[in-house]
């Protein structure tokens, strides 16, 4: 059985998905603070299968131990966290206790009940601004300009520390790059609350008319198109991969590191676009000034995680733009009744 943190969130209800597809049980934890339970009916629509789903938080020590006892877990995926990069600079004490407190209670918990498969979600993000592109998993980390980010920096160190007292631990840390897109049935996606400050679900909410346009944050940049280019992965493509993670934690590798995007970097304006021919029209956008953090170019090289995991994306940017303008359709309100 597989514990998923934050299983009802984006990232962990696609995973939750593929898990059951692939006859994984799953149990998840999630204190519902940016989820909605309904997830569970949606993800049991899906696959036919229904997720036991546990409402805690992961820093309460005792309802971990009742998970651990009352159910035979193997493996750990940890997505439960704060993911808000502009809010984690007004209240950093409220990312670092809960990201850092959260993974270290949890941590604590599975060394108790003997629990050594850890999977965690970090970011691309730790690579700061890095000193060339395409990165491999090698490049330095560190350089993080929020402390967002910087919880995902300090758990892997974290991790590492761990694994060098603890041997029996097998812990596969994932980087992701740009998550985007939905499950294509349309009943899973990413629920932002208020204004999204991600591109792509901005996007959607300006097609939807929720908002009125997208605004570019910047077009002066040293790309071909003048916009910043990001590495933009398929969530189900994503999702798949921390299958793969759990099957590579089964030959007990220790810490391993992997990168999960397609390899291929796409400006803001050729995301504009995909979405544009989901759409069938044009889709109101006007430039701006650049977005204080943001970095020029960041996409990976994708040779580790295709040689060591099998991992590969399926999915390109229109079948992204494609899925995600599905369950915007099909779900105008989020999980919102
Ligand atoms: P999300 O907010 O949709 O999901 C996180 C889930 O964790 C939510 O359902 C939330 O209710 C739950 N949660 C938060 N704190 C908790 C706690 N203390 N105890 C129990 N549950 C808690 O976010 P997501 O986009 O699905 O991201 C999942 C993970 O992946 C996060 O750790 C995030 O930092 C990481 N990540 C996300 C992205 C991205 O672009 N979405 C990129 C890189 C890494
Ligand atoms: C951001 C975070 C990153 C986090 C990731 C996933 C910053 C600096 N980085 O990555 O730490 O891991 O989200 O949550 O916040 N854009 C627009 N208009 C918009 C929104 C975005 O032009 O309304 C542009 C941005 O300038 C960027 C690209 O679209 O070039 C992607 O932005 P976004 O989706 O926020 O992702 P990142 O900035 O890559």
Not at 40 to 64: S, Y
């Amino acid at each position: 059985m597989i514990l998923v943190t934050g299983g009802t969130g984006y990232i962990g209800s696609h995973t939750v998905v593929e898990l059951l597809n692939n006859g994984y049980d799953v149990v998840i934890v999630d204190n519902l603070s940016n989820s909605k339970e309904m997830v569970v009916d949606r993800i049991e629509a899906i696959t036919k299968r229904r997720p036991i789903f546990i409402n805690g938080d992961i820093r309460d020590r005792e309802i971990l131990d009742e998970i651990f006892t009352n159910f035979d877990i193997s493996c750990v995926i940890n997505f439960a966290g704060l993911k808000a990069v502009g809010e984690s600079v007004i209240k950093p004490l409220e990312y670092y206790q809960n990201n850092i407190t959260g993974a270290v209670t949890l941590l604590e918990a599975m060394r108790d009940h003997k629990v050594y498969n850890f999977i965690f979600s970090s970011s691309a993000t730790v690579y700061g601004d890095p000193v060339s592109v395409p990165v491999d998993e090698t490049f330095k980390i560190g350089g993080t300009t929020n402390p967002y980010g910087t919880t995902k920096l300090f758990i892997e160190q974290i991790l590492q520390d761990l694994y060098k007292a603890e041997p029996k631990f097998n812990i596969a840390i994932l980087r992701y790059f740009n998550p985007i897109g939905a499950h294509p049935s349309g009943l899973i996606g990413e629920d932002p609350n208020g204004i999204p400050n991600n591109l792509a679900p901005y996007i959607t909410q300006v097609m939807i008319g929720k908002r009125d346009h997208l605004n570019i944050f910047g077009k002066d940049y040293d790309t071909e198109d003048g916009t910043c280019i990001r590495d933009y992965i398929h969530v189900c493509d994503l999702a798949y991969g921390h299958v793969l993670a759990i099957k590579k934690l089964m030959e007990n590798p220790g810490v391993v590191i992997y990168n999960l995007g397609t390899g291929k970097g796409s400006s803001v304006l050729d995301v504009l676009h995909a979405f544009e021919k989901a759409y069938g029209k044009e889709i109101k956008h006007e430039f701006v000034g650049r977005r204080e953090g943001d970095i020029t170019a960041n996409y990976t090289k994708v040779d580790k995680a295709f040689k060591e995991l099998g991992f590969k994306a399926k999915y390109n940017i229109d079948d992204m733009a494609r899925d995600q303008w599905n369950w915007q359709k099909k779900n105008p309100n989020g999980y919102e009744e």
